[in-house]
């Protein structure tokens, strides 16, 4: 007769097992294998995105560091210069105030868009179905269709010196004010703004339009039974419901003011001066003007620590489900 001490366990596949191991069951090997194909099913849809991404965003990505690192002139034989590009980066004055003039011009691309397209969101809020809603839609998001360069020239147009701008001050009795906008080292920038604003106005609006629409009416009556006005209705309903809404026209704006381009170049070329230049211009004239390429990847590398500087911090807060 077999000791009961010495006879193993069966284990749950009816197999013995070594005492105090005990068999793994078949199931658990055959849904690892289950998974292990379907990962890799997986993967195979992902590469082709993922090559393309490597091809066209990380290998530049990574060609624009390297170049940072170098003096060079675009054709001869690169100088290795180390960290001198971005020391000059972050000592030339031009160069400084190039980097703070896309930063003030956050408030116009950005700030003033987000705020004001709050308060047309929740105007036309109530208007958003049928035939005028469409309408409404339409004309606000306009702006985002009309192509930049289109918008630079019409806009260069109505803030010139006989504009049509102008024309309405002398006609209003304010002839005093009229001025070249774009020309004025004083009124350049915030004209850029006005002209970055009215091009994302539209698409804050939309999107803040789409997201109040998804609130639950419910929470709206509930605030008017507790007393509440539009203004307590907008701040303690509207805006906590709009959280991630507000996160990506913040983030899209902002990325629009730190990389403008087209609207500089088209209306101003960067000046009067320097009053207008942005980072994205700046690289642009170092590497295919004055064929400092080392110093215009340092920019470049600089702006995207920028952007992730000012989106990161968005991101993080906005995050999260919705009240």
Request: charge should be positive.
């Amino acid at each position: 007769m077999t000791s009961a001490l010495g006879s193993a366990p069966p284990g749950r596949d009816g197999q013995a097992s070594s005492v105090g191991r005990p068999a793994r069951p078949a199931s658990a090997r055959a849904h690892r294998r289950r998974w292990a194909r379907a990962a890799g099913t997986g993967w195979l849809f992902v590469l082709p995105a993922f090559v393309m991404y490597a091809v066209f965003v990380l290998r530049p990505l990574a060609l624009t560091v390297q170049y940072s690192l170098y003096d060079w002139n675009g054709i001869g034989v690169a100088r290795w210069a180390g960290l001198d590009n971005y020391v000059t980066v972050f000592t030339d004055s031009d160069l400084l105030k190039i980097i703070a003039n896309a930063i003030i011009l956050i408030v116009f691309f950005s700030l003033i868009p987000v705020a004001l397209g709050l308060l047309v969101a929740s105007m036309v809020r109530r208007i958003t179905t049928g035939a005028f809603g469409t309408v409404v839609r339409t004309v606000l998001f306009l702006p985002q269709v009309i192509p930049l360069v289109a918008a630079g020239i019409a806009w260069s147009w109505l803030l010139s010196t006989n504009g049509l701008v102008n024309q309405v001050l002398r006609a209003i009795g304010l002839g005093g004010l009229a001025r070249a906008w774009l020309g004025d080292f004083d009124t350049a920038l915030p004209a850029v703004g006005v002209i970055g604003a009215w091009v994302l106005l539209g698409l804050c609006t939309i999107l803040l339009v789409t997201g109040m629409s998804k609130i639950d009416p419910a929470l709206y009556e509930a605030a008017r039974l507790d007393g509440a006005g539009p203004v307590r209705e907008f701040l303690a309903v509207t805006l906590p419901s709009l959280r991630q809404e507000i996160g990506v026209c913040l983030t899209v704006t902002i990325i629009a003011a730190l990389a403008s381009f087209d609207i500089v170049y088209i209306s101003t070329s960067g000046g009067p001066g320097l009053q207008t230049t942005v980072p994205g211009l700046e690289i642009y004239r170092l590497a295919f003007s004055q064929r400092q390429v080392g110093l215009a990847s340092a920019l470049a590398v600089v702006l995207m620590l920028l952007v992730l500087a000012f989106v990161l911090p968005i991101q993080r807060l906005t995050r999260g489900e919705k009240p």
